[in-house]
């Protein structure tokens, strides 16, 4: 068996980015953390953790810390079943990957359908947050992704739509002759990052099954933010592909418009999660998959 | 000189992701972009571009991107003095660091007094942000750090009022006798990320000059969003630092309360801008400085 104490002394420090602040959660000196990551990093001749202000993992450091809290999980899982058990440390940390739009608009709700568990939420595009499930990095993803990632069960969540919003002042500025492929390629859009696909999907579906090298590529502002993107279209700065629940108020009061009314992006979400067994993991997809039904759009791969 | 053309691409290709989206944005066809870019590759020795969805610049590539941008940003205000040139490319972008609770509260606002610039925000903790100036990959950055940058010059703007914030109901189930030290050592807090500060440096202040050491580390929910540290709060999964202008509606509703009434944790913000010579990056420091007095606590600094 591996030494869990230094693995547990390693975990520590890459989860809260400090050895002060690991010592301090395993209640021994910063000494005696620093010595066990030392010691580890000399058994396995190889570095993990890279020191600095936070410390974080190398990429053997981050996988070790992973491994580190499964059996966290499964020891979690022991201890219902085996009360006589010493106590846990703590309560169980579930690591998961989720897109910054459920985050802002759904997501939370099934996270506090399960109390006694914290979360470590690593945000990513819902095209790459499945990559994350296959690093091994997280427990669970809310995905675009249908394929199963090895060692995962995939599960459909219905769509979440999205509006192509901007304020009544910007369509006056740039869209006062309509919305034509012309007029689409002067006007600044919004973009969350260099992975956000959804502004070229929208302008490819509403130009109508345009070759992708024709769809215009409008000079764009790049906001990493779902509610910057929301207050970015009120303050006139661009459109933007923004999820209907966080706009539908902004519309209904005209303080949005859409840019070609009735024409939204439905993305199809899918849940992943390890197959590992894990009441509490098995609890979380529950209250995912409820939350999923209530707030998304049924769409055609949920009947699968 | 350089070569400029060959430049372009690559700076094309860091900024958009990809090698097709680049080519779109310079009228060429994607082999042309591949080219340019491989000429420049060799020429440097060196791999400027991490091929990948999206493509990233290596640390090299991403020191030329910046220098182009430099360029760019300076041949605008060329343009302006000397309307005889030929046309730009396309509007200027500025590239800016801001930590996500200023992009969340009163950021945007400057932005949009500056029309006709297209903005490229890097999100990162207002103890971090600074860094990113250091290393030339932005032009300003709003940031807690006082010392100006070599080559930068600082401006106070005022504190942003953080409140720390839960549900009355979770303030039941884990402050019904107080809000002592062994109470808030066993109550999850939610964190931002392995940067953020401001839940401990609260709980420092709140349990009145504790040692370093002995301020309680709760267990807690990593969560990487501003407004999900709000609906996180409101769903009762944690308390954390919210900023005052995103909380006040909610704690005059008594949908959220104060963990300790009446005290908040005042983080004093800065603007760091280069020095270099462009009107668009002096009108939005202008924005910035203005949105700041009229959204920020005057503090201490400001006055110097």
């Known amino acids: 068996m591996l030494d869990y104490p230094l693995l547990a002394a390693l975990a520590a420090v890459i989860r809260t980015g400090s050895f002060e602040r690991a010592a301090q959660q395993l209640h021994v ?8 990551v030392k010691l580890l990093e000399e058994r396995l001749g190889s570095v993990l953790v890279v ?10 450091g981050q996988r070790l810390c992973q491994h580190v809290e499964q ?15 010493a106590p846990a440390d703590g309560p169980t940390t579930l690591r998961i990957a989720v897109n910054a739009d459920s985050l802002a608009t759904w997501f939370i709700a099934a996270m506090a359908e399960v109390p006694g568990c914290l ?18 990095e997280v427990l669970a ?24 919003t901007a304020s009544p ?5 740039h869209f006062a002759d309509g919305v034509s ?40 502002h790049w906001l990493p933010s779902t509610h910057a993107f929301v207050d970015g279209a009120l303050a006139g700065l661009g459109w933007g592909m923004n999820p209907e629940p966080l706009v539908a108020d902004h519309l209904a009061a005209g ?50």
Chains 1, 2 share one sequence.
């Open 119 to 136: 979360f470590d939420l690593v945000l990513d595009d819902q095209d790459h947050s499945a990559e994350w499930l296959r690093k091994g």
């Open 51 to 60: 020191r600095g202000q936070p410390c974080t993992g190398t990429a053997a």
């Open 181 to 220: 492929a012309a007029a689409l390629a002067g006007a600044p859009c919004l973009t969350f990052n260099r992975k956000d696909r959804l502004q070229v999907q929208w302008l490819r579906l509403a130009l109508g099954g345009m070759a992708p090298g024709d769809v215009p590529a409008p000079p764009t």
């Open 71 to 85: 059996v966290a999980l499964l020891e979690s899982e022991l201890r219902g079943a085996l009360p006589g058990l």
């Open 29 to 36: 000196t910063p000494s005696a953390v620093s010595q066990r």
């Open 169 to 173: 002042d910007y369509m006056r500025r």
């Open 255 to 304: 303080r949005l418009v859409e840019l070609v009314p009735g024409r939204p992006l439905d993305v199809p979400l899918h849940w992943q999660q390890s197959r590992i067994a894990s009441t509490t993991l098995a609890d979380l997809s529950r209250a995912v998959l409820r939350a999923g039904r209530r707030e998304l759009h049924p769409d055609g791969t949920a009947a699968g």
């Open 141 to 164: 993803a809310v995905t675009a992704s249908t394929a199963p990632v090895p060692g995962c069960n995939s599960h459909p969540l219905g769509a979440l739509r999205y509006r192509a």
